[in-house]
């Protein structure tokens, strides 16, 4: 089921993933103009697309999109000038830092713990970088499924923001969904450590790996995709400005 999957998104190698954050999180602090901040931009957009998650492509592109038009119409918003400032603020932001986070969550959502720790031992990356590695990749998903179940919990109490039961106590409500969610974090955090110590990842041996990791024609395709909207947009920009 799961090679199903693999085969209906662009499955990238894990060092492909690696390389385009890189380059997204340096173009996008290097600031060149507008038109190359929408080029940047668009790179998690299409990735997010490529991997099926067509809901989380959409809230990342609302929000640039409101980014981009904030910055562009700036100086003609004729409204208060400490709220002009924060919508400024909050859009340069959105700007600077969005397109590497979601670069990110588009990374921990496509690629699996395994793959990630053959990866790194192809570009011999050291065990003290691994290990925590691997245990972030694992993390996330849990902590994910660990929120989803508090949920329905509150759910289930009437302790949701939709329900009576929750706007006569709200401070309770919020901590009974709070706590559990930190105490569940400290506990997975500690298991997930004790799990790939167990696993023998800390082991100076050469470790075998289930995960195939090779790169490919989609490798290259999406590279020289990046490289090709990054290097238009650049020439087509300065032939313009």
């Known amino acids: 089921m799961n090679e199903q999957r693999k085969k209906k998104k662009l499955h990238l190698d894990p060092r492909t993933k690696l390389l385009i954050i890189i380059v997204v999180a340096t173009m996008e602090m290097m600031k060149i103009n507008i038109y190359m901040t929408i080029a940047v931009g668009s790179i998690p957009f299409i990735l997010h697309l490529t991997n099926r998650n067509v809901k989380g492509a959409l809230k990342y592109g609302i929000l640039f999109t409101l980014a981009v038009l904030a910055h562009i119409y700036r100086t003609d918003m004729n409204i208060n000038m400490v709220v002009n400032m924060i919508i400024v603020l909050l859009g340069g ?88 969610l930190m105490i569940s974090i400290a506990n997975i955090g500690t298991d997930l450590s004790a799990a790939a110590l167990s696993r023998g990842l800390d082991n100076p041996a050469k470790h075998t790996n289930y995960a195939e990791v090779r790169f490919t024609y989609k490798d290259a395709v999406a590279v020289a995709a990046m490289v090709l909207i990054l290097g238009g947009t650049y020439v087509v920009t300065a032939v313009i400005l």
């Open 93 to 180: 932001l959105v700007l600077t830092l969005f397109p590497a986070f979601t670069c990110g969550d588009y990374i921990l959502q496509s690629t699996g713990a395994s793959e990630v720790i053959s990866a790194l031992g192809k570009l011999r990356i050291g065990k003290q970088f691994t290990i925590p590695l691997s245990v972030i990749f694992r993390f996330f998903p849990t902590i994910g499924q660990e929120h989803s179940a508090i949920h329905d919990a509150a759910l289930m109490r009437g302790l949701t923001i939709g329900r009576k039961k929750f706007w006569k106590d709200p401070a309770q409500a919020f901590e009974f969904r709070v706590v559990p």
